[in-house]
């Protein structure tokens, strides 16, 4: 399947079956509720669930950056799963992250499950990106 076109406020945006949103005007690619660190967060509750659940969500991800190579990278919330998900993050996880934000500007949206910046990571924080005529939020 390939992206479908939407148009938003005069914009053609793309929204990608994998579930991304690109858009090319502005080489902008924006992912939402990424819940990194849910499999701990549950497993610190004592459900037995395996700690592979960012690791798979970047493997997803990492290839679309890839394919769109946007010049921002804009994580529009809820990107972990609690407000200490990112000191779970496995070291190798965070390093990926890490490389990412190497190859474009990361900015994370805050959510209500992360109301805070993640701790250790790179990256811009905002509660809202204004990128006219469109706002970005949680």
């Known amino acids: ?12 945006l ?7 949103l690109w858009w090319p005007a502005r080489r902008l690619l924006a992912v939402a509720d990424l819940h ?11 459900s037995l669930i395996p700690p592979y ?3 798979a969500t970047l493997d997803r991800l990492i290839p679309l950056v890839r394919r769109y190579r946007p010049t921002r990278l804009v994580a529009l ?16 996880d965070a390093a990926r992250i890490a490389a990412l934000a190497r190859s474009v500007e990361l900015v994370w ?6 109301p805070a910046p993640p701790e250790g990571l790179p990256g811009a924080t905002t509660e809202a990106l204004h990128e006219a005529p469109l706002t970005f939020l949680h």
């Open 14 to 20: 793309m929204l990608d079956p994998e579930g991304v």
């Open 53 to 55: 659940d960012s690791r």
């Open 109 to 114: 949206v805050l959510g209500n499950h992360d």
């Open 36 to 46: 990194l660190e849910k499999g701990s967060s549950i497993a610190a509750r004592g």
């Open 1 to 12: 399947m390939s992206a479908a076109p939407i148009h938003i406020a005069g914009e053609l």
């Open 77 to 92: 919330g809820d990107s972990f799963h609690d407000r200490h998900g990112a000191a779970r993050l496995p070291r190798e």
